[in-house]
């Protein structure tokens, strides 16, 4: 089958992003000597000032990872939780019934500069300035703009001009989208004052940890109290101050914790926990497992059966997120068991099916009273997991993507977001924004995933590991909010069992329902839309509405932006999508 760029093969390192100079940035670590995890922090740092409507400073950073000395994966939690005073009864009284999905008040306490520097203390071998100072020349000499950046600030221009001045400042030079070569002297400063704080002790590690304090209890946290006490537009229409404090800062640690996992086949599938939507994705597999004799790819491109049946999987396993994920204890021993995935298995037909089913994993699910007004509610923007920016800021979809491995078999896979140049204002003594992940909860209370105090929004990041016989064999993942674990999911059936190669997975056509409710504001859905690429062919589309499922025909190369990296008996394999125009694998 064609494919847009070869499969790369090596056998010394393998760096895959959506960003060219991220993945550049961490083969230069890997040929300096460092391992998986210095290359994958300092291209996260670069990821934060070259794609800056995607990822920032102030977002956070979910990842699954093996070291070359244990094969058993662990994730890395770097997800700020919400504030103190981020109460049920503060928004009812701002008379809300969504959280806005941008300004200050959907805030989260940032988690990337902390998870990064954990994940360098302790699987990492550079010290913080080695892997900082690719950042810090990229914000202070400049780093070249993809177009995608300025259309994304024009898409909220009007709002920065009028209501929030300080990112005027910074993405408007001269009143105009900033373009080419952009400087952001602000934020190395930060990054400069981060480094001497952290430096004014002796010993790797004791650096690292001086540098997540000057973080999280000294001067950004300050600056963050101080910003976010100004009332800002947002996009409900009116002006709100947020709620982060240094205390909320200073309480918070990002953590390790302990995946979920299910076996496939001879495959076992590797995603966050419960409090994200990754073990959609294990649900999905296991489903669609049950039709493996069914699932086929002619010259790369699925059969009409193959994405019916994968799209009705996505329906019950995202239903299911629905009611029972949440940062809360949830049922996966239920969820992910043989039982109940007969059980649900049962209820796909050739139909395509209208209704939001989830199962009774303890006891009668509840879903959240307001959905059916969010039903058919249509925003702005496409289905391509790029910007999807309204006029106020608010966003859907906006991430990064970058796995690595090394020649010793460090694998790592990370998700970082949050913190995007449009969704909040800038903090101008910092360079940077806050995140907008708090949207993500819902205000109507006993959900698992219902806004509470000091508790993780249910987020959409959600990078993937997987093992092979036991052996630590694959990472992926990409952008896209919802879509993420529906975009790998086509992924995963292409080399899984349409026997294509990480490249060959990656552009093999994609598509994606929007039968359940979007995690972004307004958090709309649409019952039976199916999005797909048309490479999948007229007749393909023809058959799928003959179902019954409402096709919406994306283009030719419109979904998802994949990357993948893999390690089989010492050989080194990489992969990134062409999508966007901007991803890349490098290695050797």
């Not at 010290?127 to 994304?152: C, E, F, H, K, W």
């Not at 101050?241 to 914790?257: P, R």
């Not at 552009?507 to 972004?520: C, E, G, I, Q, Y």
Request: hydrophobic share 40%; charged share 20%; net charge negative.
């Amino acid at each position: 089958m064609f494919t847009t760029r070869p499969e790369l093969a090596g056998t010394f390192g393998m760096v895959a992003s959506t960003h060219w100079l991220a993945s550049a940035t961490g083969m230069a670590v890997l040929e300096d000597g460092g391992n998986a995890f210095d290359a994958a922090v300092a291209a996260g740092f670069v990821l934060q000032v070259a794609e800056p409507h995607l990822c920032g400073p102030a977002g956070q950073v979910p990842g699954l990872f093996v070291t070359a000395d244990d094969p058993t994966p662990r994730a890395l939690a770097a997800q700020g939780p919400s504030p103190a005073g981020a109460t049920p009864e503060h928004f009812a009284s701002l008379g809300l019934d969504l959280i806005p999905g941008s300004g200050l008040l959907p805030a989260t306490v940032p988690g990337a500069w902390e998870g990064w520097l954990l994940l360098l203390r302790d699987y990492g071998t550079k010290s913080l300035r080695s892997v900082l100072s690719y950042a810090i020349g990229y914000a202070r000499n400049g780093v070249p703009l993809v177009s995608r950046v300025g259309d994304t600030i024009r898409a909220v221009s009007e709002l920065f001009t009028e209501h929030w001045p300080t990112s005027a400042a910074l993405w408007m030079p001269d009143g105009k989208p900033a373009s080419g070569l952009h400087r952001n002297p602000a934020l190395a400063d930060t990054w400069e004052r981060l480094l001497r704080e952290a430096e004014a002790v002796s010993g790797r590690e004791a650096q690292i940890d001086a540098g997540r304090r000057a973080w999280s209890q000294g001067f950004v946290a300050e600056e963050i109290e101080k910003f976010s006490r100004t009332a800002f537009r947002d996009d409900s229409g009116r002006d709100h101050a947020g709620l982060l404090t240094g205390d909320d800062l200073a309480s918070w640690e990002a953590s390790y914790e302990e995946p979920a996992s299910v076996d496939v086949g001879d495959w076992r599938l590797v995603k966050m926990g419960g409090w994200t939507q990754g073990p959609a994705l294990l649900q999905q597999a296991l489903l669609l497992h049950g039709f493996r004799d069914e699932l086929s790819y002619v010259d790369g491109v699925p059969t009409e059966r193959t994405v019916h049946l994968a799209a009705e999987a996505a329906k019950l396993a995202f239903a299911d997120r629905e009611a029972w994920y949440g940062d809360t204890d949830v049922p996966l021993d239920v969820l992910l068991s043989a039982e109940y995935t007969d059980s649900r298995r049962a209820l796909i037909t050739d139909t395509a099916s209208p209704e939001l089913r989830p199962g009774d994993a303890r006891g009668p699910a509840r879903l959240p009273a307001i959905l059916d007004s969010l039903k058919g509610v249509r925003a702005e923007g496409g289905a391509t997991g790029e910007p999807t920016v309204g006029p106020q800021g608010q966003t859907r979809g906006d991430t990064v993507h970058l796995d690595v491995v090394d020649a010793a078999g460090n694998l790592v896979s990370l998700t970082p977001s949050g913190g995007w140049l449009q969704s909040s204002p800038t903090i101008p003594s910092l360079g940077f924004c806050l995140d907008s992940r708090g949207q993500m909860f819902w205000l109507e209370q006993g959900l698992p995933n219902s806004l509470a105090p000091r508790k993780r929004p249910r987020i959409t990041l959600s990078p993937s590991l997987a093992l092979r016989d036991g052996v630590p064999t694959l990472a992926f993942g990409t952008p896209g909010g919802d879509q993420q674990d529906q975009w790998q999911l086509c992924f995963w059936l292409a080399h899984v069992y349409g026997g294509l190669n990480l490249q060959e997975s990656i552009d093999s056509p994609a598509w994606h329902t929007t039968a359940f409710p979007s995690s972004f504001y307004p958090r709309s859905w649409n019952p039976r839309e199916l999005v797909v690429e048309s490479r999948l062919g007229t007749s393909t589309l023809d058959a799928l509405r003959a179902r019954g499922h409402e096709v919406v025909d994306a283009g030719d190369w419109a979904l998802g932006r994949l990357s993948a990296v893999s390690r089989t008996e010492g050989l080194l394999r990489a992969a990134a999508n062409a999508r966007g125009m901007q991803g890349y694998a490098a290695g050797r």
